[in-house]
C-alpha cells in the first residue's frame, strides 16, 4: 500500500496535514506509514478507514458544534466576499482540482472562527486546512457561485468542528 497516497488523499479530502492523522491514532510522526498499513489492504480502504476514524472523533470528541446559524452568519458574509482565481493542482489519484489560494483561506478561517467564536490559534489551525482541501476535481474551476459558497460553508464547518479534537 502506497502510504504517500493515502496522505494526499486525506490532505485533499480533509485538509489534514500527516501529523494530525497520527494525533488521530495517538502515533508520533515518525510511526505512521506502518500504522497506515494496518488499515486497509490498499490506499482506499484506508483513507476510508481513516475518514470514518475522524468523523467518529468529530462527533465524539468535538469542541464546537456548528449550528444552522453559525453557516447561515457565514454564508452571509461569504456573499459579499470577492474570491481570488482558484488554485489548480494535480490530484493524488490523478488529474487536477482546485483549492482556495492562501489569501481565500485564511478570509474564510478567520470569519468562520469568530462566528463561533474560537480563540484565534484555533482558527489559524483552520486556515492551513482550508488552504490544502481540494474544493472541486475537473479541468475548469467552477463559478463562485451561491452552491459553490454553500459547498465551502459546508466545509468549512466540518473542518472548524475538528479543531481541537485534532
Not at 474560537?118 to 467552477?142: K, N, Q, T
Amino acid at each position: 500500500m502506497n502510504s504517500d497516497l493515502v496522505k494526499a488523499q486525506i490532505a485533499e479530502d480533509m485538509g489534514l496535514a500527516p501529523a494530525d492523522i497520527a494525533r488521530l491514532y495517538d502515533l508520533d510522526e515518525g510511526r505512521l506509514d506502518r500504522h497506515l498499513a494496518t488499515l486497509g489492504a490498499d490506499a482506499s480502504s484506508a483513507v476510508q478507514r481513516i475518514l470514518a476514524d475522524v468523523d467518529a472523533a468529530r462527533i465524539r470528541h468535538r469542541y464546537y458544534t456548528a449550528s444552522p446559524e453559525h453557516g447561515e452568519a457565514l454564508q452571509a458574509i461569504l456573499k459579499k466576499y470577492p474570491f481570488h482565481s482558484l488554485v489548480s493542482q494535480p490530484t493524488a489519484a490523478g488529474g487536477v482540482g482546485g483549492r482556495l489560494g492562501s489569501d481565500d483561506a485564511q478570509y474564510v478561517a478567520y470569519r468562520a472562527a469568530d462566528i463561533v467564536q474560537i480563540d484565534f490559534d484555533w482558527g489559524d489551525v483552520l486556515r492551513p486546512r482550508l488552504h490544502r482541501v481540494i474544493l472541486y476535481r475537473g479541468e475548469s474551476a467552477p463559478a463562485i457561485t451561491p452552491p459553490f459558497r454553500d459547498h465551502l460553508v459546508e466545509i468549512t464547518l466540518y473542518l472548524l468542528e475538528l479543531t481541537g479534537v485534532l
